[in-house]
């Protein structure tokens, strides 16, 4: 569960991928203090397939 911030529930000393609509600039802040913000790939599912974001997740 996170709180303010959805970076709040984010365990930094532990690889992760985070997909997501919508990125506030607090948490990609946060997210690049801790060297992690080519983690996160900000989607739009309305726009974007699924399965095309993965295959360009698995090919980096």
């Known amino acids: 569960m ?5 970076t ?6 532990s690889e992760f991928i985070w997909l997501d ?3 506030t600039n607090a948490e990609l802040s946060v997210l690049k ?3 992690c913000a ?9 726009r974007e397939n699924l399965l ?3 295959e360009i997740i698995k090919s980096r």
Do not use: R
């Not at 996170?2 to 959805?6: R, S, T």
């Not at 709040?8 to 000393?13: G, H, K, L, R």
């Not at 080519?38 to 309305?46: A, F, P, Q």
């Open 33 to 35: 203090e801790n060297g």
């Open 52 to 54: 095309d974001v993965l």
């Open 8 to 13: 709040d529930a984010i365990d930094f000393s």
């Open 38 to 46: 080519d983690s996160v790939y900000k989607i739009d599912l309305e």
């Open 2 to 6: 996170w709180g303010a911030l959805k």
């Open 21 to 23: 609509d919508y990125i």
